[in-house]
């Protein structure tokens, strides 16, 4: 639990202790909207570690504290779709939107799920939306979501577009760093390919192995055979039993 989610966890739940000064109790009414924040918040950490019955009973809670909570509805979309419940997900998903059109992160999520459901236009309905928002907060997000969802269809020129628009909002952006170099690897432009990766290495990015299987690739177009060995050697230190190391140990390239 992150230190600052932790102590405004803390605050709320020791709303009803006794005061050092007065010694009365404190029966103040509990902020419902800021309790179903702060188990809305827990409920995403849990949901980015994929300990997805933890992140549902935080939501449950968050919900009996305010039931119009938009923000824990879109989580809990989030949560099905990865459960595979889509009817569930949509339901929360939609639920969310009714209580607040305006909400741009719900509208990427939804537009996430959508895209992952083969719903191509409703998708980029609901990403565009989202960036009609002035207020919208994280707007790379949304240009994220476009790119890969656009690559997943095929259209990589548009895609790049999306992702170059991604990387300019925040730089550091290592998703699109690596769906830049895989673009650029397809079209056989392994020097900016190659670029993509080093800028991703530079941020200090742990690379996965489908990641440094690429790297490997692009090595071996470029002909840096040190880079290669180096490549080779992260991937069957750290992915041992990975297919891809499987792959580069079999010969395959």
Not at 49 to 77: C, F, H, I, Q, T
Not at 238 to 247: G, K, M
Request: some cysteine.
């Amino acid at each position: 639990m992150k230190t600052g989610v932790l102590a405004i966890f803390l605050i709320l739940m020791l709303g009803g202790c006794a005061s050092e000064d007065t010694g009365r109790i404190d029966d103040s009414p509990v902020d419902t909207s800021a309790s179903a924040k702060v188990h809305t918040e827990l409920a995403a950490i849990y949901y980015g570690k994929n300990r997805l019955s933890l992140a549902l009973e935080e939501l449950k809670y968050a919900l009996k504290m305010d039931s119009g909570y938009a923000p824990a509805y879109s989580v809990r979309g989030l949560v099905y779709m990865a459960l595979h419940e889509d009817g569930k997900a949509e339901e929360d998903f939609r639920r969310s939107l009714d209580i607040d059109p305006t909400d741009g992160g719900t509208r990427n999520n939804y537009g996430w799920f959508l895209c992952q459901r083969g719903r191509e236009q409703e998708a980029m309905k609901q990403f565009n939306d989202a960036l009609r928002n002035p207020l919208y907060a994280t707007p790379e997000k949304a240009h994220l979501n476009i790119g890969q969802c656009l690559r997943r269809y095929g259209k990589n020129d548009e895609a790049e577009q999306a992702l170059k628009t991604a990387l300019y909002l925040q730089p550091g952006l290592n998703e699109a760093l690596i769906d830049l170099a895989e673009i650029n690897f397809a079209r056989s432009d392994y020097r900016t390919a190659n670029a993509y990766l080093l800028r991703l290495a530079k941020n200090g990015a742990e690379l996965s192995a489908s990641d440094l299987l690429l790297a490997i690739r692009i090595e071996q177009k470029l002909g840096d055979r040190n880079s290669e060995a180096s490549y080779r050697l992260q991937l069957r230190k750290r992915y041992p039993d990975s297919r891809e190391n499987q792959i580069i140990m079999s010969g395959g390239r």
